[in-house]
């Protein structure tokens, strides 16, 4: 059996099959146009029958329909197959030339409008994901306990102290105490630069010693150094200016600060 005559048998029974399934083929084919409509119509109203029949009867019902010259009711059968059968269904072989030049226009068209969809979908994600990025996000806050050790440039002595630092953006603030005989208040607030592990630190301090009566002001460089497990390295060198009338007290002191912080809170 030579290959043609295999494929003519194939088709002659899925041409077989299908009209046992949907008796309107046979009315079609018999040119009995309404009767065969009426079948078909039949068919689509009944939701138990495969996607396979209703996409085979309402390919005929358009047939039917155009035989019957009702326009209107065959562009409206060929825009559903278009719609839920992407890629050509009417069969150029079977069915008049001008139903499958009309099916192919409104194939054709239909694709034209969902490409068209997807084109816009596409562009007003893209457009909300322009937004999003140049929308500024809201700056990172925290809160910091520290620990730290304060070195003298004039004197041996080595502080240690504890502190409460807030950022919130570039913005720190914070207040820091150093145990001594005599114990040393700091009010400091300056900004972060960057964001990433190293973050430079600049500001400006107030230092109180309520014991003495001396107070002093000045300015501070130093670094936040992000580590593991919410922990941050503190490094600060300032100057301070004292504004005090007793001579025995230096006037200018230059100090440099190092400690661990631990954010409790990020939001």
Request: no cysteine; hydrophobic share 45%.
């Amino acid at each position: 059996m030579s290959p043609r005559t295999l494929l003519l048998l194939l088709l002659l029974m899925a041409s077989s099959a299908a009209a046992e399934s949907l008796p309107g083929i046979q009315l079609y084919e018999s040119g009995e146009y309404e009767a065969a409509a009426r079948s078909f119509e039949e068919v689509l109203a009944t939701p138990q029958r495969s996607a396979e029949d209703r996409r085979l009867a309402r390919i005929y019902l358009a047939a039917s329909l155009y035989a019957l010259g009702k326009v209107d009711e065959i562009r409206q059968q060929l825009e559903v197959i278009a719609r839920e059968h992407p890629g050509p269904q009417v069969d150029a072989v079977r069915f008049p030339p001008e139903l499958v030049a009309l099916a192919e226009a409104l194939r054709e068209r239909v694709e034209t409008e969902r490409r068209q969809a997807e084109q816009e979908a596409l562009r007003k994600r893209q457009e909300q994901e322009a937004t999003r990025a140049r929308k500024p996000s809201p700056p990172d806050s925290s809160l910091r306990p520290e620990l730290l050790s304060l070195i003298e440039a004039r004197g041996p002595a080595l502080l240690l102290g504890g502190g409460l630092a807030y950022s919130h953006g570039a913005l720190e603030v914070g207040a820091r105490v150093w145990i001594s005989p005599s114990p040393v208040f700091h009010l400091q607030g300056g900004l972060l630069l960057g964001h990433g592990v190293l973050r430079p630190h600049l500001g400006l301090r107030a230092t109180l010693v309520p014991s003495e009566g001396a107070y002093g002001a000045g300015a501070l460089a130093g670094g936040r150094i992000s580590l593991p497990a919410g922990l941050v390295g503190l490094v600060d060198v300032g100057g301070d200016y004292f504004f005090v009338s007793d001579e025995a007290h230096q006037r200018f002191a230059l100090t440099a600060q190092v400690g661990l912080g631990l954010e409790l809170f990020r939001p």
